[in-house]
């Protein structure tokens, strides 16, 4: 199977172990870009890898 190159919440919860709500929390502050196709919110791979690459440097968790 090729890579996605985007994926919805679902998918970015379950690649980062934590809960959807989580995921949606950073998405709706702005750390973490997405987009809209019809109804989905997306986000873009490149953006997932760097949004941990970024809060790996910061402070070493995804939480709060």
């Known amino acids: 199977e090729a890579t996605r190159l985007l994926l919805d919440l679902d ?3 379950a690649r980062l172990s934590i809960g959807r ?5 950073h998405v709706y502050a702005g750390d ?9 919110r997306l986000v873009a791979l490149d953006d997932l ?3 941990v690459e970024r809060r790996k440097t910061a402070d070493g ?4």
């Not at 709500?21 to 929390?25: C, E, G, M, Q, R």
């Not at 973490?32 to 989905?40: A, E, M, Y």
Request: net charge positive; no cysteine; proline share 4%.
């Open 11 to 13: 998918d970015v919860a």
């Open 32 to 40: 973490l870009p997405s987009l809209t196709i019809g109804r989905r």
């Open 21 to 25: 709500t989580l995921v949606a929390k």
């Open 49 to 51: 890898n760097r949004f």
């Open 61 to 64: 968790s995804l939480g709060r």
